[in-house]
């Protein structure tokens, strides 16, 4: 069983940036590939980015590309989302999810861990 645990979030005006942060604990996290998600009321999921299990790949999502970084510390047991030029629409409660799967996805049903979620708001 591995158990994630988000933080980082918070209120932000647009145009700023957060760094988000997940610490799991449990299981073998350095074969674990990584991912973000946000959701917001009424909608479903959507996929942020995903990182392999040794950070050697990496991808976001379409809007979030140019702006979003997915990075991971495996000796920390720690992924990170850095958020840069924040906007509106990226308000949303984030959540850390962990895939056991042989290759990264970014289909929110291929994981197998999830946190908890961190709110970010971007106010106007």
Request: proline share 2%.
């Amino acid at each position: 069983q591995v158990l994630l645990v988000e933080s980082g979030g918070g209120l932000v005006r647009a145009g700023g940036s957060l760094r988000l942060s997940c610490g799991a604990s449990g299981g073998t996290f350095s074969s674990l590939h990584m991912g973000w998600f946000r959701q917001t009321p009424g909608k479903a999921r959507e996929f942020v980015a995903a990182i392999s299990w040794s950070g050697g790949s990496a991808y976001n999502g379409d809007s979030v590309k140019g702006r979003f970084t997915i990075s991971r510390d495996n000796a920390k047991k720690m992924v990170y989302l850095q958020m840069n030029n924040l906007t509106p629409e990226d308000t949303a409660l984030y959540y850390c999810a962990a895939d056991r799967g042989l290759e990264m996805s970014r289909l929110d049903y291929h994981y197998d861990y999830w946190g908890q979620g961190t709110q970010v708001t971007v106010s106007s």
